[in-house]
């Protein structure tokens, strides 16, 4: 490999060996389900029906969310892009009380998992006994820790009780797995074990105080599983927690990792190494207990978010979930799990509160792509639009090896002079992948052109001159890539997705901000081309094509093969919209400002504050387009018929009062339109920490870190009929406390108290369907 580099100009010649695929330790931990379809491993990527396959697996901790709302919320984590759901077991939540189990209502784990299967979704549990997940003792029950015995070990009369959590398990998952036709195909025993412990709540007496992160290694895993195989749980393959040197036992278990990029763990955080490419199935992290060359480098906990804690609130931006993935990806990453996917709100226990010392008591929203009342993050737009290029272009990508450029290596995380990039590549053909984003440091725009060598021939990002990248910005774009018998050579454009309809191969791009769009085709691939308005020069070997960028223009081509292939260039702005859905028994793009889901064969819209819907999509359906509780109009832009929809504007009542300072009380109109879904409270206020109840109840809380605060009001819909929500905020001091004892706690303060309400109001989320006839 020789890199050179002269300013912004940069040159690599490919000329490594292909990747080797072979059988690794996971090989043959797959199976098949009634109907065919399999799961397996080789030693770099995961196999679906014998393919190579990227998945997306996205966390949503059942029990932290209503479960009337399980099924819509799966829902939109499929329209999301997430393939495969993962969510943790907690003990204490279903155990609080000695020997009396709890599985039902928003416990019930069996109905969890049935809606998985209905929707076919593959499961991942994470079952314990220790989980951490920011609950109290890690999930451990207090009683727990009044009998004689050491947690988290091979101690007798610990895993007494560790089986007896197993066997109810197993009795709430009987006949699920996937082998036996249901969604469940891998179970995670234990976390962290041997790298992290949790703050031992149960304690009580002062802070402080912490439960073991293990000793007995992998024999203790090794024994969980045993026990956990005779009690009936049974999947295709278990997983561990691999990062930090953590016990991962030495057959049957793949190793799993994490990326955090705010992480209030680590006092005064430095900038993070996440944004830095490094081969991952060589060097997976600092330290590890395993051979990584023999497993796919596979990820459970991407940061889709971070949950604030009092001593530490940090704000996760939308794209710094976008870079760490392109980065992860391209670092050789085969498997790409977020945790938090789905936020959700701790449960309130008979005898306590459930969450960890210091972390809200009640929210659990983690600044996840959904949150913890449904709403949806700008960073579910990110994640979505990664997901469709991998469930397109996933099977070309997983047997393509990383290759990091030697320079790569001497940059450090707080680096803004260097270009970070690299590539990943087979036989010539892959992708380069660029990113400007690193957490704590302001990256600048950058001009930049980068020539490779591969065995196929020469490639110029850009074709001539150079491209700007910008600040805080990552890319993916294709190099000698072959689509249905065309050649893309290159293209300063990413792959967002691909699919056939009327026997025409759509293939759908996005231009990147300050980046010209661009195609190189190989003139000897391409039998005849219509680029519409754009513009085309052609030499011997390549068409070169600057396309009309936007719904109303495409390029239409016969490869040479005599494939018919349409390519659509949207604008990012648009990709970001973009979602690809089988409605009507046909694949669709659809693009959209509003949230869009498929539920019972209807395209459910939800708008969120705006009564007017637009859903732009291509092919357009053949039957007739009714609207339940809108009025229904079209328009045509280019190939994409426009349905607009309008509904009658709806302004919640809302009445606040503040009968003491720092206190607010919300009245507001519970009698909602049938086309009004949920009513969102948003408060903007300065302060310390909030709380929301109703009635004799918290609703949830708030640790203030930046944001306005939203709480959704479905769930409580019948309760505030009767009943206001009740806010209260505690102000945050700006100077000196004292405090002492003096037969009584006294407590002395010097400076500024600051608690103030800016704005209260209230914004409806409207939902109305499309349905074919």
């Known amino acids: 490999m020789r890199n050179s580099i002269a300013e912004n100009h940069i040159h690599l010649s490919l000329n490594e060996a292909n990747k080797e695929i072979q059988a690794g330790r996971m090989t043959g931990n797959g199976g098949q389900n009634p109907q065919g379809e399999s799961y397996d491993f080789t030693n770099f990527y995961m196999t679906r029906n014998d393919k190579p396959y990227i998945p997306v697996v996205g966390e949503f901790h059942f029990s932290r969310f209503a479960y009337l709302q399980w099924e819509e919320e799966l829902l939109k984590m499929k329209a999301g892009g997430v393939n495969i759901v993962a969510s943790y077991v907690f003990w204490n939540f279903h155990e609080e009380e000695e020997g009396i189990f709890n599985w039902s209502g928003n416990l019930n784990l069996r109905h969890f998992v049935d809606l998985c299967s209905k929707h076919k979704m593959p499961l991942i549990m994470r079952i314990g006994p220790f989980c951490h997940g920011e609950v109290r003792n890690g999930g451990i029950p207090d009683w727990l820790f009044s009998y004689p015995l050491e947690v988290r070990s091979n101690d007798p009369a610990y895993l007494h009780y560790a089986k007896r959590l ?56 090794t024994e969980l599983r045993r026990i956990a195989e005779q009690v009936g749980i049974k999947p295709l393959f278990y997983t561990a927690t691999a990062w930090g040197g953590a016990a991962v036992p030495s057959e049957g278990t793949l190793p799993m990792l994490a990326g955090y990029a705010y992480t209030p763990w680590i006092p005064n955080q430095p900038p993070s190494r996440e944004f830095l490419f490094r081969d991952l199935h060589v060097n997976p992290v600092e330290s590890v207990d395993y051979n990584s060359q023999e497993y796919p480098a596979a990820y459970c906990e991407l940061a889709g978010g971070m949950q604030v804690s009092y001593h530490a609130r940090p704000l996760v931006d939308a794209d710094s979930v976008e870079a760490m993935t392109v980065v992860k990806l391209a670092s050789g990453s085969n498997l790409v799990g977020y945790y938090m996917y789905h936020g959700g709100s701790n449960p309130i226990g008979k005898k306590s509160y459930m969450n960890e010392q210091a972390l809200p008591k009640i929210t659990y929203d983690y600044q996840s792509p959904i949150g913890e009342f449904g709403r949806i993050a700008a960073s579910y737009d990110r ?33 803004t002079t260097n ?28 001009d930049v052109r980068i020539e490779l060598s591969t065995t196929k021939g020469n490639v110029s990002f850009p074709n001539e001159g150079s491209l700007k990248l910008r600040s805080r910005r990552a890319a993916i774009l294709p190099f000698h890539m072959p689509l249905s018998g065309l050649e893309v050579i290159s293209a300063t454009v990413q792959p967002l997705t691909q699919f056939v309809t009327n026997d025409e191969v759509t293939v759908v791009f996005y231009e990147l901000e300050g980046i010209q769009a661009e195609y190189v085709l190989a003139a000897s691939s391409v039998e005849d081309i ?28 016969t490869s040479q093969d005599g494939v018919k292939i349409r390519i659509i260039t949207l604008t990012r702005e648009q990709a970001l919209q973009s979602y690809r859905l089988n409605w009507g028994g046909e694949e669709r793009i659809l693009i959209s400002r509003s949230r869009l889901l498929i539920s019972n064969d209807r395209l459910v819209c939800t708008s ?15 039957g007739t387009v009714l609207s339940n509780l809108a009025q229904l109009s079209q328009t045509q832009h280019g190939i994409f018929k426009t349905f607009q929809l309008n509904i009658p504007s709806y302004d919640p009542s809302l009445q606040v009062e503040h009968p003491k300072e720092h206190t607010a009380i919300i009245n507001i109109d519970t009698d909602w339109p049938t086309y009004v879904d949920d009513v969102f409270v948003q408060i903007d206020y ?88």
């Open 608 to 622: 969120e504050g705006v009564p007017q819907i637009e859903v732009s999509m291509y092919p357009a359906p053949n």
């Open 686 to 773: 300065e302060g310390d920490v909030a709380e929301a109840y109703i009635h004799n109840r918290m609703l949830t809380d708030h640790i203030q870190y930046g944001e306005p605060w939203r709480i959704g009001l479905k769930e409580s819909l019948l309760k505030l009929s009767d009943h206001a929500l009740r806010i209260m905020l505690t102000p945050v001091r700006k100077g000196t406390t004292t405090s002492y004892v003096n037969q009584a706690f006294i407590e002395k303060f010097e400076g500024t108290e600051i608690g103030v309400f800016h704005q209260i109001e209230a914004i409806p989320y409207y939902r109305v369907s499309l349905n074919l006839k």
């Open 383 to 415: 994640i979505r639009i990664l997901s469709m290029f991998l469930d397109a272009y996933g099977e070309m990508l997983a047997p393509m090896g990383s290759v990091i450029p030697e320079d790569q290596a001497e940059i450090t995380s707080d680096n």
């Open 419 to 446: 270009l970070r990039w690299a590539v990943r590549q087979h036989c010539g053909s892959g992708f380069l992948f660029l990113n400007n984003y690193q957490d704590h440091v302001q990256m600048p725009d950058r």
């Open 530 to 557: 219509d680029a519409a308005n754009g513009v085309v020069n052609q030499d011997e070997e390549r068409y070169v094509i600057h396309p009309v960028v936007g719904l109303e223009s495409d390029i239409q081509l």
């Open 166 to 221: 197993y066997r109810e398990i197993a009795h709430q998952l009987k006949g699920a797995y996937f082998q036996e036709g249901g969604p469940i195909i891998g179970v995670q025993l234990e976390n962290e074990y041997m790298h992290a412990g949790a703050p031992l709540d149960a304690w009580g007496y002062k802070s402080g105080k912490y439960l073991t992160a293990g000793r007995d290694g992998k024999e203790h895993l």
